[in-house]
């Protein structure tokens, strides 16, 4: 019976947790790019993209979801 209700939450959670877990892979690799003594600016470069690539897909599913909701 549990499983029953968990079913329809697990992807809500998923995409609850996604974006935290990212913040947490992306300070990693930071902090460890830092103790290894790369350049600062290149690196928070690419790490702004990939981060910026990862809000854009962030928006897309949170639009993706009003739209269920006004339409349903």
Not at 6 to 12: D, G, I, L, S
Not at 56 to 70: G, L, P, T
């Amino acid at each position: 019976m549990l499983w029953c209700n968990m079913k329809h939450r697990v992807p809500a959670i998923i995409e609850a947790v996604t974006p935290v877990v990212a913040m947490l892979i992306i300070w990693r690799l930071v902090a460890a790019a830092m103790a290894a003594g790369q350049d600062g600016v290149m690196f928070f470069g690419g790490v702004a993209a990939v981060a910026g690539l990862g809000g854009y897909e962030v928006k897309s599913i949170i639009d993706k979801r009003n739209k269920k909701k006004s339409s349903g």
